[in-house]
């Protein structure tokens, strides 16, 4: 079974411009969570979509973030404009039902890596 | 406001010993605890849970301890192997959601 993929694995940029990153889940897998992973910081979920409704998005800086999951599959997740703060890994996961905290079953991605200068 | 606490960044320690991981909540909330491995240029990976109606689990080598008057969960590695060598973040979710909240993560070095 593959696992979550996610593209780039790196990615640089300097402020203010743009990025965008891509995540496509197990296949199966009904929910898909975007994770911010700043150096030396646990994971800090920015957004979970329940098929392509979102069900939590309150940590997500709508001002500058935005995300989307066409067709309940495929995700990306933009950033623009980029600040310095927003260097981290973003990490793109997915489960089968929507309460994989009972079980582990959560799924995470290798991450992208982002750095903006 | 950090909800889930690892308060020790990093711990070395030799193989065949016992490696001893620490983690500390405040929300009373939590029900449910896990722990997961990362290593270097990978997605956290699923270790062990607990549910808030235990105080203990084992999974082979791995063993985690949940003390819900301290609001206090240990993970035990019996004995550590190299491949053990990896961040080890604990994680809380509550009954109301299943959002997980993240430690900041322990290192840990087993030493051959």
């Known amino acids: 079974e593959a696992g979550v993929a996610q593209s780039p694995r790196y990615k640089i940029i300097e402020k203010r411009q743009s990025v965008a990153f891509w995540c496509n889940p197990i296949?199966?897998?009904?929910?898909l969570y975007w994770y911010q992973q700043i150096l030396g910081q646990g994971p800090k979920l920015l957004i979970q979509f329940q098929n392509n409704g979102v069900v939590d998005d309150s940590q997500l800086p709508k001002d500058r973030f935005s995300a989307e999951r066409l067709k309940g599959v495929d995700s990306t997740l933009k950033i623009q404009p980029a600040k310095l703060e927003d260097s981290a890994v973003y990490l793109c996961?997915?489960?089968?039902?929507?309460?994989?905290?009972?079980?582990?079953?959560?799924?995470f991605g290798e991450g992208s890596r982002l750095t903006v200068l | 406001d950090q909800q889930v606490k690892q308060n020790s960044p990093s711990l070395s320690v030799q193989e065949g010993r016992i490696s001893i991981l620490n983690c500390d909540y405040t929300n009373s909330m939590f029900d449910y605890f896990l722990w997961y491995k990362k290593y270097p240029a990978e997605g956290p990976t699923f270790l062990i849970s607990?549910?808030?109606?235990?105080d203990k689990n084992e999974d082979g080598r791995f063993t985690v301890f949940l003390n819900k008057s301290a609001k206090h969960l240990s993970l035990h590695i019996v004995p550590s192997q190299p491949g053990d060598s990896a961040v080890y973040f604990c994680a809380a979710s509550a009954a109301a959601g299943n959002k997980l909240t993240f430690g900041g993560g322990t290192r840990v070095l087993v030493k051959p």
């Open positions: 607990i549910s808030s109606i235990k």
């Open positions: 996961a997915s489960s089968r039902s929507g309460r994989p905290t009972t079980t582990g079953e959560l799924f």
């Open positions: 296949s199966g897998h009904a929910t």
